[in-house]
């Protein structure tokens, strides 16, 4: 009789579960790998909670993209999480998120959110630009000042200073499903704040960051 192949991938801490279309974490996982994992990919499900994740209380890894975690995701504390992979998912309300990832992830350093409409790069939305994206980094900066890697792209000492200076009225407007003559999503609260620019007077954000989007999305997808 042929040995039926497990659904999960081991590799020491690392642990994979991709691709078999559960809404939630099976508890099993949890019964069975949460005291040592360190690494969890959960991507191609179609995960709406992660409330199964309390038993993986050594997590420093979590990948969950493409899957359809929305606005109300929570998640349990991970104090040792410096990495967070939400592509792809249907998250809208970047404060919200933000806040609750400062509160329950302080060791985070890499999170990536493209794929989502929280994320308002040309990806999701057409009608959004490279300023959009760029004001977008200032805010998730300002809300968790720790990131080294935000989405593909290495944080930078500027975007640091920029993100302490102005990153609070650079709040990422909450998409409104109901109407699509509104003003754009990405939009910052103060009219008049200027183009962030390198020392050489260019803008610090231009097209190579939109190519590096694209790869990574096919990367994950």
Request: proline share 5%.
């Amino acid at each position: 009789m042929a040995r039926r192949e497990s659904p999960v991938a081991l590799n020491g801490t690392h642990i994979s579960y991709i691709g078999h279309d559960c809404k939630d974490i099976p508890e099993f996982l949890g019964d069975s790998y949460g005291d040592f994992a360190r690494r969890l990919d959960l991507s191609f499900n179609q995960l709406r909670t992660l409330a199964g994740l309390k038993t993986f209380t050594e997590l420093e890894e979590l990948v969950v993209d493409n899957n359809l975690l929305g606005n109300d995701l929570r998640l349990p504390r991970l104090p040792n999480l410096h990495t967070l992979t939400l592509n792809k998912n249907k998250l809208t309300d970047i404060e919200a998120l933000l806040e609750h990832l400062a509160d329950v992830t302080p060791s985070l350093e890499y999170l990536s959110l493209l794929g989502n409409e929280a994320c308002p790069n040309q990806l999701v939305s057409p009608d959004k630009d490279e300023d959009d994206y760029q004001r977008y980094r200032y805010f998730v900066l300002h809300k968790l000042p720790q990131l080294k890697f935000l989405d593909t792209r290495k944080v930078t000492r500027k975007e640091v200073m920029e993100a302490q200076a102005r990153g609070a009225f650079m709040k990422v407007v909450k998409p409104n499903s109901d109407s699509e003559s509104l003003p754009s999503a990405a939009t910052s609260t103060t009219a008049s704040i200027p183009k962030a620019t390198d020392s050489s007077g260019t803008t610090s954000f231009d097209g190579a960051v939109r190519s590096r989007n694209k790869r990574d999305l096919r990367e994950h997808g």
